[in-house]
């Protein structure tokens, strides 16, 4: 079992509606969760962390963390051209300082 | 303030070569990590230093690669000799202190190597 699982992409949604992008991890004890934005040929960007069980909003992203089911999710409302992108999710796994990533999911939006 | 600075962008080089990476981290983070992506895979841990000291190295695939930390500035990571799975790119994050399991870590650009 992969310790970060993300929902195979690509993903294509039309310009203004919500992308949806899901993530699962193995360890029980994960307490720090990430989502980074990778345009290609640059860096990995952070676009949000979440620690806690629930929401959390930022502009236009929410994401969704239940540690109970060890699911993080990622949504981007109002999906404008530049989202277009490979959105990774990354875990600290257990007591270490690395980070483990999914394979990342590709989101094309439509104009 | 400066990112992360990697250098080279791109190197290709031939099996047998040796090839030296280097990585800027931000000014004043101690934590310095190096991650790779091999085509079609997960971007994977290396190795962790703080300042100077290696805290980790558990992902370091075998003895041809070698990192170093001099000062507790740069730090660069040699491969020598290069193998045709070496191929990838790879890329360096930093984060401020140690400590903080939380703490986020800002990645640099990335070194896309290319093995002949």
């Known amino acids: 079992q992969k310790e970060v699982e993300q929902n195979s992409g690509p993903l294509s949604v039309p310009e203004g509606a919500i992308a949806s992008l899901n993530c699962t991890y193995s360890?029980?004890?994960?307490?720090?969760f990430f989502w980074y934005r990778q345009y290609s040929g640059k860096s990995p960007e952070l676009i949000m962390s979440i620690y806690s069980n629930g929401d959390k909003e930022d502009g236009r992203f929410t994401a969704q963390l239940n540690k109970a089911s060890q699911y993080v999710s990622l949504l981007i409302r109002d999906s404008q051209p530049s989202d277009s992108a490979t959105y990774l999710c990354a875990v600290y796994i257990g007591n270490d300082y690395k980070l483990s990533f999914g394979a990342g999911t590709t989101v094309t939006v439509r104009a | 303030e400066a990112g992360v600075t990697q250098f080279p962008s791109h190197s290709v080089i031939e099996k047998g070569q040796t090839v030296t990476l280097r990585c800027d981290p931000i000014?004043?983070?101690?934590?310095l990590y190096w991650y790779r992506r091999v085509m079609g895979k997960e971007i994977k841990f290396l190795l962790h230093?703080?300042?100077?000291?290696?805290?980790?190295e558990s992902g370091m695939p075998n003895n041809r690669f070698l990192a170093e930390r001099t000062g507790g500035t740069y730090s660069t990571l040699k491969v020598q000799p290069a193998e045709l799975e070496d191929s990838g790119v790879y890329f360096c994050a930093s984060s401020p202190y140690r400590g903080a399991e939380q703490e986020t870590q800002y990645f640099g650009p990335g070194t896309r190597l290319l093995v002949l």
């Open positions: 000014s004043g983070h101690d934590n």
């Open positions: 360890d029980r004890g994960s307490q720090s």
């Open positions: 230093f703080v300042k100077e000291s290696k805290q980790d």
